[in-house]
């Protein structure tokens, strides 16, 4: 795990024994949920200490956990999948049908919200907290369900953003417009698509592999976007690089990242 502050220029590195595959803010101060390739965690960036959330998946290294985030309600939402990553990072074919997406609200336990998935990518929610939006990176689609505020409940989900013709969906951000920034694996750019399920633009990225992005900055106007350096050309040496764009939108900012409110109390707490 990589702490970058813009501002000082400075970048902090985590090591971890497994692979580091989502993160969220939490009603902690200062800590991080983290699913790591078999379970979640909770990680203090300052002092480096650890608490386990989760025993590890069953089915570990078989499969793994991937991408996720945090609903309004203060759930995390998280996907696993057949594992396509080695044990000295090479990569492993690809296993449809063998993922899941899980809610996780605290203690042990995680609960399936959608079988048979191959590889679960994107988990966004519109400014208005009316639907969610989840994809499947091997069905080049991205779904948009009904969302319950309330009960943090999903109805029947329906295409949104499917067949696009550059790569493959990967990891997305929402913005204050309602629009879904998508990353595109093996496209090489960033689609901007508007609630409608239509292209509004493209951002055209200088690596083939976009791998997931989120706002930042201090008024959520930077969109920070991640690419993977696996399998890269001998040329393309900006592979695996963090990347930082200004819109140019004007009025457009992102939505601030949730947090997630199921952490235990601590021992001494109250």
Not at 33 to 62: C, H, K, N, Y
Not at 71 to 87: L, S
Request: net charge negative.
């Amino acid at each position: 795990m990589h702490v970058h502050d813009p501002a000082a220029g400075t970048t902090r590195t985590h090591q971890f024994e497994q692979p580091v595959v989502a993160l969220s803010l939490t009603d902690r101060t200062g800590w991080l949920l983290v699913a790591l390739g078999g379970q979640i965690i909770l990680f203090d960036p300052d002092s480096g200490a650890r608490e386990t959330l989760t025993p590890m998946l069953p089915d570990w290294p078989d499969l793994r956990f991937n991408d996720g985030r945090s609903d309004p309600n203060g759930t995390f939402w998280i996907g696993t999948m057949g594992n396509n990553v080695g044990p000295h990072g090479e990569a492993l074919p690809v296993r449809d049908g063998m993922g899941t997406l899980y809610l996780y609200r605290g203690g042990a336990s995680l609960e399936a919200v959608e079988e048979s998935l191959g590889i679960p990518n994107t988990v966004c929610w519109s400014p208005d907290r009316r639907h969610f939006y989840f994809g499947d990176t091997l069905k080049n689609e991205i779904r948009v369900y009904p969302y319950d505020a309330d009960s943090g409940d999903i109805g029947a989900g329906k295409p949104f953003f499917a067949g696009f013709g550059r790569g493959l969906p990967d990891g997305s951000a929402m913005d204050s417009q309602g629009y879904l920034w998508n990353c595109r694996f093996g496209g090489g750019c960033v689609v901007r698509v508007a609630p409608d399920g239509g292209i509004d633009r493209v951002i055209e990225m200088p690596v083939k592999n976009i791998t997931t992005c989120t706002f930042g900055g201090p008024d959520l106007t930077t969109l920070y976007v991640t690419t993977a350096a696996a399998d890269r050309a001998e040329t393309d040496r900006l592979a695996g690089s963090l990347f930082a764009i200004e819109t140019g939108i004007a009025g457009l900012a992102g939505l601030a990242e949730n947090r997630f409110t199921g952490t235990p109390a601590r021992i001494g707490s109250g």
